[in-house]
């Protein structure tokens, strides 16, 4: 379970087939009490393609990611990393 690392290659796989810049894509894996985290990180112009309209492809991945994780009994969280220079699409008054 915390030894495979099928989860973390899934997710590089997935996310590099809807990227432009696959060579930016960067996944960390942490395992511990709460189970698996993988981070992403990508190019900061790709971060609207991994995220979608309203989180849509963000909450796909998410999904299959957590089928992965019943396949190996483990409870896998994705942590998208907002890249430095992107600009937040937060409300601002």
Not at 36 to 51: E, M, T
Not at 59 to 84: C, D, T
């Amino acid at each position: 379970m915390a030894n495979s690392k099928q989860d973390q290659e899934f997710l590089e796989f997935i996310v590099k087939s809807l990227v432009s810049y696959p060579d930016d894509v960067k996944v960390e894996r942490t395992v511990d009490e709460r189970g698996v985290l993988l981070s992403l990180k990508v190019n900061p112009q790709d971060i609207g393609k991994v995220i979608g309209r309203q989180g849509s492809t963000a909450q796909a991945i998410r999904s299959l990611l957590r089928i992965v994780g019943m396949k190996n009994n483990a409870h896998i969280n994705l942590k998208i990393e907002e890249p430095a220079g992107a600009e937040s699409k937060t409300k601002k008054e």
